[in-house]
């Protein structure tokens, strides 16, 4: 898994969500889809505090989702996610914006609320639709489903790609669904390009696909060499 809890104002923050402690959405660092095994996964959460670009200092409304906003990142710093959820909750009530959408998805994908947290999500993409990070924790919510949808995880992470093609964990992410989906070369593609951009752990799997690869075409060869059955050789 690798969602990232964003922390955003005006616009995204490249923070770790810790993000370069790695998805642990303040805290557990996941290594493996639950659904697809044997995929190692980078993962990373970051979340939203502060103001959207349309904010208005004026709106009382929005002053005080924002207020819930920041003391809800506030508790998922200090771990307690389940506060922190309930004042996303209340900011999204008071005044719906990309920032506590994403955050609350957060919270919900940690209580395993996977439908939750994509519908939050999805809410967010509207709403700020040129977020990495929030097509990156979409994925991981796909993947982690009681009914994973690899196909769709692929699809938002190739979006997480061309928004922040310099993430290598991004890249990283997308390469292990590949995998675990048989696009090989693919995979092998992005594997490598994480690597380049510095995930050294991207190095074993490079060696592992490309095994897989050469082992694919050698199966092939040999199918071909293999005369029809009954014919004399």
Avoid at 107 to 124: C, L, M, P, R, V
Avoid at 189 to 197: A, F, P, R, V
């Amino acid at each position: 898994m690798f969602t990232r809890t964003l922390r955003q104002s005006a616009q995204v923050v490249r923070a770790t969500f810790p993000r370069k402690t790695s998805i642990s959405i303040c805290a557990p660092r996941l290594s493996q889809y639950r659904s697809i095994p044997q995929v190692s996964v980078s993962q990373h959460t970051r979340w939203a505090s502060s103001v959207t670009p349309t904010s208005s200092t004026h709106d009382p409304a929005e002053m005080e989702a924002l207020e819930a906003l920041e003391s809800g990142t506030q508790k998922l710093e200090e771990g307690d996610v389940e506060g922190a959820r309930t004042l996303y909750q209340r900011s999204v009530d008071l005044k719906p914006n990309a920032s506590n959408l994403f955050n609350l998805g957060v919270t919900k994908y940690h209580a395993k609320d996977f439908d939750g947290a994509i519908e939050n999500w999805k809410q967010s993409i509207e709403l700020q639709p040129d977020s990495p990070d929030a097509h990156t924790n979409l994925a991981s919510a796909y993947i982690m489903n009681p009914v994973p949808k690899p196909q769709l995880a692929v699809q938002h992470l190739r979006i997480a790609v061309e928004l922040a093609p310099q993430d290598p964990e991004i890249a990283f992410n997308l390469a292990a669904v590949l995998e675990a989906c048989g696009e090989l070369d693919e995979s092998l593609k992005y594997y490598t390009i994480s690597k380049d951009h510095g995930v050294e752990r991207a190095a074993v799997h490079i060696r592992n696909v490309s095994a897989k690869i050469l082992g694919k075409r050698l199966q092939g060869q040999e199918a071909t060499g293999k005369s029809p059955a009954g014919e004399s050789p």
